[in-house]
T-cell receptor, first 113, second 110 residues
């Protein structure tokens, strides 16, 4: 059972470098999401996509970009990483945009030095 | 979406029922109550949700008060593997945002 697959599991990155976190789902879910989780701040929505070809901004979108070229993939790109982007990133999906039942990946731990 | 209040932590003895409360006194008529949990270092996991009727599935039961201002998640026979942070979330059905608060850290003890 795959569900949601995130890569890499963890990464250490120099500030200023470009980084893409990958997310793939095999459930044919329409909606996908990227969250970041920081100690004391909980999970915060970065970007989302209701369906292939569309994206939207969440609570903390600055410094991040996403694309949704097909149903399965939803990569998150940091164009020029900064230390404040050190976090654990979770990708999630739901069958429909209106569904509150999200399936989460195992997370990508990113450290920006 | 309405704000929720949960105790920061709770303990439960293994094999006993774990009752996790959530206050959502400003909930609107079209907002659902969702529960998720996050086991250490893993992604959050959906547990259950409801609007006004009590709900039960293979993982838990959700009891929502008649005025809908509070709810309780019940794990009927807690195991050590139920140790996790439990999040109560109130959300409009058509909304995109799931807003996670601080949650309740449940520690199941032998």
């Amino acid at each position: 059972i795959a569900g949601i697959t995130q890569a890499p599991t963890s990464q250490i990155l120099a500030a200023g470098r470009r980084m893409t976190l990958r997310c793939t789902q095999d459930m044919r879910h329409n909606a996908m999401y990227w969250y970041r989780q920081d100690l004391g701040l909980g999970l915060r929505l970065i970007h989302y996509s209701n369906t292939a070809g569309t994206t939207g901004k969440g609570e903390v979108p600055d410094g991040y970009s996403v694309s949704r070229a097909n149903t399965d993939d939803f990569p998150l790109t940091l164009a020029s990483a900064v230390p404040s982007q050190t976090s654990v990133y979770f990708c999630a999906s739901s069958l429909l945009r209106d569904s509150g039942e999200l399936f989460f990946g195992e997370g990508s731990r990113l450290t920006v030095l | 979406d309405a704000k929720t209040t949960q105790p920061p932590s709770m303990d439960c003895a293994e094999g006993r029922a774990a009752n996790l409360p959530c206050n959502h006194s400003t909930i609107s008529g079209n907002e659902y109550v969702y529960w998720y949990r996050q086991i250490h270092s893993q992604g959050p996991q959906y547990i259950i949700h409801g609007l006004k009727n009590n709900e039960t599935n293979e993982m838990a039961s959700l009891i929502i008060t008649e005025d809908r201002k509070s709810s309780t998640l019940i794990l009927p026979h807690a195991t050590l593997r139920d140790t996790a942070v439990y999040y109560c979330i109130v959300r409009v059905e058509a909304g995109n945002m799931l807003t996670f608060g601080g949650g309740t850290r449940l520690m199941v003890k032998p």
